[in-house]
């Protein structure tokens, strides 16, 4: 989370801020997300999405050299993103039903901290081995894809060939 709010224009406490901003007003589309009534207060819930968006959002952005380059961390040593993105078990545990994090939180966390387009499904595609980063391109689902689990499924099925 500190390596990805040291990264873009704005300092790591602007960005906190700011982001925490965002995630506090999407209370009605997060809890929207889930099937069932989830029993925490706003604020618990809200710190929750925050912490694991950022871990996401630095976890894509890790994976990929040439974003990691153009969107670099001042954190000093950098975070750990780069090594956990490599392991299995992390990768496993990021498309098991129970842990899926609704996409647009991190589409409007990385808006706020990078004035610009992350391609968030892209970036979960490379992590995920679906396609190496040397033939990156965008995928863009016929279906809007809610989280990891349901964009891989997406993928697989609207391509065939590619997504065998």
């Given at each position: 989370?500190?390596?990805?709010?040291?990264?873009?224009?704005k300092?790591?406490e602007?960005?906190l801020?700011?982001?925490?901003?965002?995630?506090?007003?999407?209370?009605?589309?997060?809890?929207?997300?889930?099937?069932?009534?989830?029993?925490l207060?706003?604020?618990?819930?809200?710190?929750?999405?925050?912490?694991d968006?950022?871990?996401l959002?630095?976890?894509?952005?890790?994976?990929s050299?040439?974003?990691n380059?153009?969107?670099?961390?001042?954190?000093?040593?950098?975070?750990?993103?780069?090594?956990v993105?490599?392991?299995?078990?992390v990768?496993?545990?990021?498309?098991?039903l129970?842990?899926?994090?609704?996409?647009f939180?991190?589409?409007?966390l990385?808006?706020q901290?990078?004035?610009?387009?992350?391609?968030?499904?892209?970036?979960?595609l490379n992590?995920f081995?679906?396609?190496?980063?040397?033939?990156?391109?965008?995928?863009?689902?016929?279906?809007?894809?809610?989280?990891?689990?349901e964009?891989?499924n997406?993928?697989?099925?609207?391509?065939?060939?590619?997504?065998?």
């Amino acid at each position: 989370m500190q390596s990805l709010l040291h990264r873009g224009p704005k300092g790591p406490e602007t960005n906190l801020k700011e982001c925490m901003g965002v995630v506090m007003g999407l209370e009605k589309e997060v809890r929207a997300n889930y099937a069932d009534d989830l029993k925490l207060e706003w604020n618990d819930l809200a710190n929750i999405m925050l912490s694991d968006a950022c871990f996401l959002l630095e976890l894509l952005i890790c994976a990929s050299k040439e974003l990691n380059q153009k969107l670099k961390s001042r954190l000093e040593p950098s975070g750990p993103g780069g090594h956990v993105g490599k392991k299995e078990e992390v990768l496993v545990d990021l498309l098991k039903l129970q842990n899926q994090m609704p996409l647009f939180i991190l589409h409007k966390l990385s808006d706020q901290i990078f004035f610009e387009v992350v391609p968030v499904e892209t970036l979960a595609l490379n992590l995920f081995g679906y396609f190496p980063e040397t033939s990156f391109k965008c995928f863009t689902p016929d279906i809007l894809s809610q989280h990891f689990l349901e964009l891989v499924n997406a993928y697989i099925s609207d391509d065939g060939e590619e997504g065998a």
